[in-house]
């Protein structure tokens, strides 16, 4: 089994900064492809950003291109997700996910990952 557990959520006033954390445990395939998705209340779940296994590659969503960053440590078995400027419409649970190999593909898609942390608040007050 695979253990994904978010830590870095918090209240921030918008224009601030936040980083978020990912560690993952347990039988993980090694380096897998990873994302950060998020849910705003009374919408679907999407994409923010992804990282290929090596960290050399990465996908940004429209509307966080240039505010948030992706990176990894593979030693740590950790993602983070650098947010910074932001905005009331950032407010949303935030998700760490991991696939259950290192392919790059589809890697805006839910359904493309295998497992899933529990979630991270992030509220932007304005």
């Known amino acids: 089994q695979v253990q994904l557990v978010e830590s870095g959520g918090g209240l921030v006033q918008a224009g601030g900064s936040l980083r978020l954390s990912c560690e993952a445990s347990?039988?993980?395939?090694?380096?897998?492809?990873m994302g950060w998705f998020r849910q705003a209340p009374g919408k679907e779940r999407e994409v923010v950003a992804a990282i290929s296994t090596g960290g050399g590659i990465t996908y940004y969503t429209k509307s966080v291109t240039g505010r948030f960053t992706i990176s990894r440590d593979n030693a740590k078995n950790t993602v983070y997700l650098q947010m910074n400027s932001l905005k009331p419409e950032d407010t949303a649970v935030y998700f760490c996910?991991?696939?259950?190999?290192?392919?790059?593909?589809?890697?805006?898609?839910?359904?493309?990952?295998?497992?899933w942390g529990q979630g991270t608040q992030v509220t932007v007050s304005s």
């Open positions: 996910a991991a696939r259950g190999d290192a392919i790059w593909g589809q890697q805006a898609s839910q359904s493309a990952y295998d497992y």
């Open positions: 347990g039988r993980t395939f090694r380096q897998p492809t």
